[in-house]
């Protein structure tokens, strides 16, 4: 298996003109080390904020370029395997997340990871290790680490987690694939700005798809198939990813797009993935239960 260290090189955005610090074959499984979304910086409480280096923020491993991934192409990426480090961080601070308008000072709180729980404080918070930042470079210019889009990103997304499926629409030769962002906890919205914030390593295997095409990046996972999308409002989020879900279901199945929105209101979810980042990001999720009745596969 191939491995890449996260001395090995990082990037803050996802870029076409970065230089890639890995070639790999299409089918490659590769253990990707990555930073936590301060580039380790806060290794206990009293870490002073104010002498952060804030340009070293949402590092991402990479990038890697898959060879035979061509504009046009999609790639898929199997989430093989997540393991964290051992200790965590959260923050919250003036102007940062939904309570960001009422919160005077930055403050940091140290997360260790115990007996497969988060403990905060005294509480022993289950873990959901997941990847906040993931994608492929875009197509025009380069879009910073923390700012998700087309290209995914900064999708803050819980269910990029271990034995999900991903699937990013390719712009550039290569794809040029990276990941970091870890968390070994959050919830829906991400509200604070941060989740449990960890280091830590993630085993995914890449390949070209050729012959199928996206707008914005899909994930599936033994339950589900999701539409990921990224706007300037949850609104717009939300209404792109239901109606790119319900026309690819009406092409995949040959129904009218009466009885797809009827099924689609009946059976799927508008889910918040996060609600902090420069873009909102919202998932529509539908069952696979119901793929399986229609016959159809979304890929």
Known sequence: METLSRESGIIYDFNKQHKPVKTVA??????????????????????????????????????????GAKPGDVLKVNIEKIELENQGVMMVGPKLGVLGHRITDM???????????AMFNDIAIPLNPMIGVIGVAPAGEG????????????????????????????????????????????????????????????????????????????????????????AKTLDEACSIATEEMIDRIVEKSGLPLSDVTMLMSATGQTEICQM???????????????????NINLI
């Open 107 to 117: 403050e940091v709180k140290i997360v260790p990871i115990q007996d497969d729980k």
């Open 276 to 294: 902090v980042d420069p873009l909102m990001t919202a998932r529509f999720v539908v069952p696979k239960w119901l793929l399986k009745q229609l």
């Open 26 to 67: 299409s089918g490659t499984t590769i253990e990707i080390e990555t930073y936590d979304c301060f580039q380790n910086q806060i290794q206990s409480s009293d870490t002073v904020i104010a002498e952060m280096d804030w340009n070293q923020i949402n590092p991402a491993t990479g990038p890697i370029y898959v060879e």
């Open 143 to 230: 879009v910073n680490c923390g700012t998700p889009g087309e290209h995914g990103g900064n999708m803050d997304n819980k269910m990029v987690a271990e034995g999900a499926t991903l699937y990013f629409p390719v712009f550039t030769e290569g794809a040029l694939f990276g990941l970091g962002d870890m968390h070994a906890a959050m919830g829906d919205g991400e509200i604070s700005v941060s989740g449990i914030e960890i280091p830590g390593k993630a085993t995914v295997t890449l390949e070209v798809l050729k012959g199928v095409s996206l707008q914005h990046p899909m994930l599936e996972n033994d339950e589900v198939f999701t539409q990921i999308v990224s």
